[in-house]
């Protein structure tokens, strides 16, 4: 009896084709493990890489359908010599609606502060439709500013702009 439970324990022990099936079938589980771990992180990147290019594109299409102009007579601006406010006329000349709220204004390359001008639509609507006419009651910095040449730049939230020269 005894030497019958040696010899097949030797056998299993001498028996090495079980241990190398054995060690491929862990090392093809790892690979696979590895490569569905690859996959996954890869495609993680690409569908960041997808949305943030779609996202891009989307703005750079309502940039490029965004156009504003100034109406005024840039050699004739007028000005409100009670409250010391010039009044500029902004066409919005693209396909977009837009947010007055959300323009931004430079004279001579300064930044208007918000409190410092008064923008309404000439109709009275709050969105700024293609075709509109924003009014834009400003107060510079000096008031009333020196003759000579001066700049205004009307910027829309999305980052396009007009600008005019205009005497005073």
Do not use: C
Not at 21 to 46: G, N, Q
Request: net charge negative; charged share 20%; aromatic share 6%.
């Amino acid at each position: 009896m005894k030497s019958m439970l040696r010899t097949d324990r030797n056998n299993l022990l001498e028996n090495t084709s079980a241990d190398t099936a054995i060690t491929h079938m862990i090392f093809f589980i790892a690979a696979i493990i590895l490569a569905i771990s690859v996959v996954a992180f890869v495609s993680a990147d690409v569908q960041s890489l997808i949305s943030s290019s779609g996202a891009s594109s989307k703005f750079l299409s309502e940039q490029l359908r965004t156009d504003i102009t100034i109406v005024n007579d840039p050699e004739i601006i007028p000005f409100d010599s009670t409250n010391k406010k010039y009044i500029f006329y902004a066409k919005n000349t693209g396909k977009t609606e837009l947010t007055p709220e959300y323009v931004t204004i430079l004279v001579d390359g300064i930044l208007i502060e918000p409190d410092d001008v008064d923008i309404s639509l000439v109709d009275g609507d709050v969105v700024w439709r293609p075709g509109d006419v924003l009014t834009l009651n400003t107060t510079t910095t000096p008031s009333p500013l020196e003759s000579g040449d001066h700049r205004i730049l009307v910027a829309a939230e999305n980052g396009k702009s007009g600008a005019m020269s205009f005497k005073t």
